[in-house]
């Protein structure tokens, strides 16, 4: 069995897009330009067996890289969308199913792709949006639950557009005897005693404001998805199991729990 690699180096969070090498001496080769433009159309309605195989070939053409690589260098320059924000607003499951796929198969392994994969789920665009916001404001439950469900690296596929869990129905579908266990977005948090923290980072990611100062739920709510706001309201509250979400210090402290779990310090002081 291989060693687990070290923990990368503690430092500031980056801000996308990350600066990797482009060639530029390739005869033929299109411009980098083209080439995120073309992800971030394929993210609105490409499958994963259309993407990946153009991620591969690109990322190799463009980088010498890999696809991961390539997913955090194409950020569009007038939105500062990354092919996360646009697959959320398209509710696109297949694209952001297919997210955690570019940074390798065994990534978990590798601290230093998963702080990657953070920064992208997280990246905020020019506006302050999260990819979050991004579907929240384009009324997609789909990419909502599909968004979250990434930031917690889990499979999305069988998300669906209802606002509600329907534990009866899961638990009657199920081939086995044992309880079936919630989805993440349903996951009653006060139920993690042995980790009283570990619900932070998600409240930081979902209570994120964008420049207008709205979170996602304020979001859907401003452009009149109120039912998908009510969805949002009580994912909220089912991680805020203290009722803090208020309270400046408590988030401060989410944000911190966030980065430190990223090995990245506090992105408001120099260490």
């Not at 923990?7 to 995120?36: M, N, Q, Y």
């Not at 194409?74 to 297919?98: E, Y």
């Not at 805020?240 to 309270?247: A, L, N, P, Q, W």
């Amino acid at each position: 069995m291989f060693p687990r690699p070290p923990a990368p180096p503690i430092e500031r969070k980056p801000t996308l897009p990350l600066h990797f090498e482009i060639k530029h001496d390739v005869p033929g080769l299109p411009s980098f330009e083209v080439v995120t433009q073309t992800l971030l159309a394929m993210a609105e309605t490409a499958d994963k067996a259309h993407l990946m195989p153009y991620l591969e070939m690109t990322a190799y053409a463009q980088l010498r890289g890999n696809c991961s690589d390539l997913l955090l260098r194409a950020i569009d320059p007038t939105t500062g969308d990354s092919v996360v924000h646009r697959a959320a607003a398209a509710g696109n499951i297949d694209v952001l199913n297919a997210i955690p796929y570019s940074f390798g198969r065994n990534f978990g392994n590798v601290p230093k792709k998963v702080r990657q994969l953070w920064v992208l789920v997280t990246h905020q665009n020019l506006a302050g949006d999260t990819a979050l916001h991004a579907a929240a404001r384009a009324g997609s439950v789909r990419g909502v639950k599909g968004v979250y469900r990434l930031f917690h690296v889990m499979d999305c596929l069988d998300v669906d557009d209802s606002f509600h869990d329907d534990e009866t129905s899961r638990a009657e579908s199920a081939s086995t005897d044992y309880p079936v266990e919630a989805p993440v977005e349903y996951f009653d948090w006060s139920t993690a005693e042995d980790e009283p923290d570990a619900h932070l980072p998600a409240l930081d990611f979902v209570c994120t404001k964008n420049r207008a100062g709205r979170d996602a739920a304020e979001e859907a709510r401003s452009v009149g998805h109120e039912d998908l706001a009510v969805w949002l309201d009580g994912l909220v509250a089912r991680l805020d199991r203290d009722g803090m979400r208020e309270d400046k210090d408590y988030m401060r402290k989410a944000r911190l729990a966030a980065l430190e779990n990223h090995w990245y310090h506090d992105d408001k002081e120099e260490k």
